[in-house]
């Protein structure tokens, strides 16, 4: 089990390595240089002259006349080693700032979403399984297949628009009018649980529709086995030998996307959070690639990515906990 | 999947004393045998045909819509969708008619509204002469197929501009169907080569473009191309921004396909043929593209058709959020663009509309790939 752990770590840390050479150039590759956009932000409506020397000053204030491998070190080393991501100029500020605890509701996003794709698609993907081919196995399958080609922004603006006419509520936001600026307290955690439930809800839906077919092709596959049939021979009442042998095996496939999952959800969070106005990581994620604000956007990045590594990390040990099979071929 | 790709095992559904069925049946090629187990599933039928009709409709949009799509009528700003009716208050006709509309700002909440007067007739004529055009890009032409001779026509209404958003949807059908298009065919020649490459030399080959490959896929999609679409120069002209659209559309495709590929790859190198071309002195090249690709080729039409969608879908999402293709170009995530705010939709919620089209072709694309898998492996049984 050491060894495993160990193994993981190191591919983990291998993986962010090579991840973050691909967000560098990413946030390279916009035209113009950071300084320009940065003297633009800073000095546009002041009337001020901006001359060559200038943005030569700022180049070499900030490093940017460095060749960029160099660059690529310095960022990565002051992450690393000091956590601090660099400098936000369309806020003026540190992007630690600007981030600060935006990662922490992004993760209660991620989670509230997870936590309501499962506690759904599972139970409901065995029950069409075990009823396989009854009405409510099609109406699911249907779902699934809407839960494909409904994006979740455009479900997000579809609830929205019912929402505000048929019951005249707003539902943006995460947190209400008279907590947004508060400090934290409980009255505040629980407003924003309130409001985690209808993101988490948008975000779970194309999540939901894809767990659902996986946990039910899993199921059907092992309701067909020999261990099943035994045990129906021997006289197990129906529920207990379906939880006893399919039902364990059916969340494995689960878990072990539990990654890809969260991938999903982050791939769908920034346009989310645009719909319903959300103040997270995605949210910013696209204000700063409008802004061309590429060191916020690289750190956005570089956060959520670890965040997904995280998850498959976590889920290689759950499963390996779950089904020792997986220690033994992969050794 | 059995290597063996001659008709040799009986159909087991078929009776073997009727002759004639079982001769067409041995000498069929594979692809008649394909599209004899396509055409059982109705489904996958009713997909394909919509697809086909949204293709035409788009092909042909400025035939098809009444205006073409550019031009803004000021007193016709965000008009509710007029809907071709038979009857009014002077009774029936045979011929349809819409309502007479027209948009005006109301004074107190400084909303445009939509004023209908149902007695005036608007008469709807077929191929009626309207604002020239060139179909397909060459011929020049102003016949429509349907349009009013005075007022105005907008069964989906307007947008915000007085643009006919009818036409409007068709030209994006057009454009968003196309990108996809040739997003699919980019990230297919992508990961040909890079998954023909894996599959085909296994080895550290192999482990090194696996190894890159995951590392790319565990990046959020979405945020990591939206970070490409940021960088294109404002300066760019709109075909410009098409092009590398598309660009971004096969990298978002491409790591699915390669995969598939290799893994067909893979599983055939070993193959008595393939060591036979090998000995002859075929070329690596030559093999994948002669002796390989052939013996799959109908799992990669399939593979291409489920990735379609995707495609789709990236693009109304970049494009949705200002990331993807930017006005004038009209697709369907440029459209929605309208529709980004509740308050947009409430006031104007035919601008919605582009959203069906998306959620029927992603539909329309899913169910035909599904049927098309089934039907892939003729040999089957």
Known sequence: MVKFLIKR????????????IMIFVIMELPPGDYAERWA????????AQITEADLDNIRANFGLDRPAPERYLTWIKDIVLHGDFGQAFAFQTSVNNVIGQKIWLTLAILFSTLIITYTISIPVGMYAAVRQNSVEDHALTIFSYLGFALPNFLLALVLLYIMTTYFGTSVGGLFSPEYADEPWSKGKVLDLLSHLI????????????FQLQTVRATMLDELNTLSVTAARARGVAEWKLLIKYPARLAINPVISTMGFDANRIFSELPIVALVLGLPELGGLLLKSYLDLDMYVAGAILLILTFMIVFMNFLSDILLAFLDPRVKLIEG | MTSNNYPTLPPPEKDLNESEEAKRYYSASQFQLIWWRFKKRRIAKIGALVLIIMALSGLFAEFFGPYT?????????????????????????????????ISKRNPETLRMETKVDPSVRRDIYFFVEGEPYELLGFFPMNTHLFGVEEGTIHIFGTDSLGRDLYTRTLIATRTSLSIGIIGVIIAFIL??????????????????IQRLTEIVRVIPVIPLYMGLAAAFPKEWSSSQVYFAMTLILALVGWPTLARRIRGKLLSLRGEDY??????????????IGRHLLPAFSSYIIVDLVISFPYMLLSETALSFVGLGLRPPTVSWGVLLQ?????RAIEQAPWLFIPALFVVVAVLSFTVLGDGLRDAADPYQV
């Open chain 2, 191 to 208: 990961a040909l080569i890079i998954g023909g490459a894996a599959g085909y030399f296994g080895g550290w080959i192999d482990y090194v």
């Open chain 1, 9 to 20: 770590t190191l591919g983990m840390v291998v993986t962010m390595f090579f991840v973050s």
């Open chain 2, 274 to 287: 393939v060591i036979a071309a090998n000995l002859a002195g075929a070329s690596p090249s030559r093999i």
């Open chain 1, 198 to 209: 209808i993101p988490a809800i948008i975000l779970a839906w194309s999540a939901t529709a």
């Open chain 1, 40 to 47: 633009f932000r800073k000095f546009s409506g002041t009337g």
């Open chain 2, 338 to 342: 309208d529709a980004q705010t509740v």
């Open chain 2, 69 to 101: 799509g550019t031009t803004r009528v000021s007193e016709s700003v965000l008009v509710a969708p007029q809907i071709p009716r038979f009857c009014n208050s002077e009774g029936c006709t045979l011929r349809p008619f819409v309502p007479s509309t």
